[in-house]
């Protein structure tokens, strides 16, 4: 049975840091994937950086690009998201998913995603 479990949310200053942890069982990790998103409060989901299967591609949002670093431990079975220089706007639920890659293992996207976890609840505030 394939699941993903965040963990590491809490509450946070601003600029302050987290480290997210996505923990993957059921799936080989290296085959898949991973996506981490957000929904804000009133807000849609939506996604904020992805790691390849392969491991050599990882996108960024805008929003995120600069303070935040996706990374993967296959080992592990974790992919994890640090934050940094975290701001009142980066409240929200995270949630990390994964889908298998369509044409390349070195592609990473926000589309698509089959599986999903339940989320952990970040929250930077003063």
């Known amino acids: 049975q394939l699941q993903l479990v965040e963990f590491g949310g809490g509450l946070v200053q601003p600029g302050g840091s987290l480290r997210l942890s996505c923990v993957t069982s059921?799936?080989?990790?290296?085959?898949?994937?991973i996506s981490w998103f957000r929904q804000a409060p009133g807000k849609e989901r939506v996604g904020v950086s992805c790691v390849s299967a392969s491991g050599d591609t990882t996108k960024y949002a805008d929003s995120v690009r600069g303070r935040f670093t996706i990374s993967r431990d296959n080992t592990k079975n974790t992919v994890y998201l640090q934050m940094n220089n975290l701001k009142s706007e980066d409240t929200a639920v995270y949630y990390c998913?994964?889908?298998?890659?369509?044409?390349?293992?070195?592609?990473?996207?926000?589309?698509?995603?089959?599986?999903w976890g339940k989320g952990t609840l970040v929250t930077v505030s003063s």
């Open positions: 059921g799936f080989a990790l290296d085959s898949y994937i």
């Open positions: 998913a994964a889908r298998r890659p369509l044409f390349s293992r070195s592609n990473c996207h926000y589309d698509g995603m089959n599986y």
